[in-house]
């Protein structure tokens, strides 16, 4: 059998009822289809032969005391694919529940992802290596230039994507506004209202007077028109420094949202203006657009009531990024967030978290391809989403050709959170996906601010060491010639060139 | 002695520049768009101020109107009060797809017939149409009440999760989580008077009552 070996099998003597009085309890060595338990002569049970064991853990299920632990001796994957205990489990769930599996966070698993894409050094052919002290490098992203009269200047080539007030608690909200602040980045409100200190914390103020900076620089906020459209009034549309068109995210692509009535408590209730305990559902598509011509609509009635000054984004799930892309720019918005199959989530079916939509490192390529068809590119910001977990898979996202990139789980994670996936239950430990007032309690928005403050500064310049030591004093000038795919899969999802190889595989050469 | 009002030929503007047009011109007075209808989210987001749009309208007309009442004499685009949050919207004509979507608060009134998915995403606004309604009105409804004084058609108030629907007129379907019952003397009261406030000719107790079966209408509850 395949699974031979696969299991190590282990006995807590100390809780096991027939090390304590033999012949009192030999249930594992009776349930286990394959010996791997067994009576010797005075009734005294012992993993006799846990090469057998398959790791079903029927045992370990029936076992009064809970004395048995099964640990694969190697991978699950390996020894008992398709067939996981995790695939049993589900099964199980759905069977005895009639419910389906939910779940915070993204894409686990291997997706192609860039782990496999490298940075390319400078050396002797390409321009010389930057001097990370002396020398500067040009940071800064503008959104909306030429079309606003407000345009916003990331001091960093970074956002905050949309994480809504209801998915995530005030505190962990107002965090996000105070680290945007002190970054000079911009956060965003999610699709479930605006809570009241956010835009001007997000902006660098205390108070609502805005009389004094608390937190230079001051960042922005973006505020996001959804098709709920919780909270949404022309002063919301108004509150922040954008507007961003939700179509989709990676998580839940096709999908809208749905925030249980349990959740909706009095404050999320009042924010998203609906009643207490009714079911928030943000329908999957919007039914104020019926055709392209009705978005570019959108996007000009939002300019004209936001009286031309703020940038109008669009944020777009893994679809097909090429059409999307370029709808959504021939839409007259002034950026675009792509967000990739690795998208987090506060709350998503797993099938769709695991298995919708296209990778990350898959969506950039087309989508600054369309941007450059219509000779938009680096002037409708491209920010790239979904599984971004610091400097070095920026640097490859903006060096594929995006403008800049977002962190959402991984902001999350700077907050606190370890990655328990139970955003969606609202019992969040550390106080960020909860509505709990004794969790609330342990966030400090100022402190955990300081923490994602921290988070980006420090990704910041992880940035800037890349892109200084492959020669560039200025991020726009990154390329895909800064990159080099490890692998043929790699090299023939993205286009990059093949190390060793040295170009692109031919299909990508011949067009 | 009361300002005529300002008129405003919209025929060669695009919407900022009307748009803008049409601000400035409030600040004196009510205005008067003439030749309004290629022009899509006029109206958009204002606080105060009355308008009437001589003729049809384009689409997304007052678009999240926070207080200012906007007539049109002819009829309405798409999505015509989308969003609103407050104010009136008067449309004496028809009201094509999706009137009256997402809106928190404020009345609309379409005297002639409306589209489908009309009030979709009601939030608590009041919505009168005077003619028949298309299929799907009241989608997904979370508070106010939608008055049809014509008939409706499939899927009246399709997974309805609070508020009311009043109807005179009968109905294609009702969508889920619909019951159709009697309106009391409360619910006649409000009809009543919002009847005579619109000129309405219909007497309230005519009109049938459409809520919500269970306040929970979705999965995984
Ligand atoms: C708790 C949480 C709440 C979210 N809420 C929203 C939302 O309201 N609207 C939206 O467009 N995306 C939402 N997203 C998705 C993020 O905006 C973003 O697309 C995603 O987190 C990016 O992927 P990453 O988490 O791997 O960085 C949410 C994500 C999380 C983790």
Redesign the pocket.
Known sequence: MATIGAFCVTLDKDQCINYRMPGKCATCAEICPYGVFSLNGDNEVAVQNYNTCVGCRLCAEFCPENAIRINPAESELVSRYPWTFGTIEEIHHKALTGTYMLR?F?TMGLTPHFDKIVVVPSQLASPAPKDKYREECHMEVVIGEETCERPIRLQYPFIF????YG??SREAKLALAIAAATTGIMTNT???GVVEEEPYYANGFERPNRSRKTWPPGGYLAI?W?TGRWGVSADYVNAGDAVEI?IG???KPGMG?HLLGEKVTEDVARIRGIPVGSDALSPCRYYDVLAPEDLKKQVDFLRDVTNYEKPILM?LGPSRPYDDVKMAAEAGVDAISI?GL?????CSPEVVTQGVGIPTIACIGPAVRALKDLGLHRKVKLFA????RGGLDAFKAMAMGADGV?????A?IAMGCRGCMA?HQGNCPYGI?SQNPKMRERLDPEEIGQRLANFIKATAEEVKILAMLSGHGDIRELSEEDLRALDVDTAAITGLKLVGYERPLPWWENG | MAHAPNVLDAKSRDLRGASTQVKAMLATDSVVVKNAAHLHGLCGGLKAGEITIDGDSGDYLAVLNDGAVVKVTGNAGKYVADNMTGGKVLVEGDADYGAAQYCYGGTVVIRGTAGDFTATMNKGATIIIGGDVGNDAATYMMAGDVIIVGNGGENLGNYLIRGNIYIRGDWASLGHNCAAGDVNAEDAQKLEALLKEYGIAADARSFRKVTPLSDKPFYSH
């Open positions: 915070g993204g994507p949309a994480m809504s998915a995530l999610g699709e479930g996001q959804s939700k995210q990676g998580a949202g944020k967000d690795v998208g987090g989530t506060g989403l979904g599984g971004i977002g962190f959402g789980t991984a999350e955003c996906t």
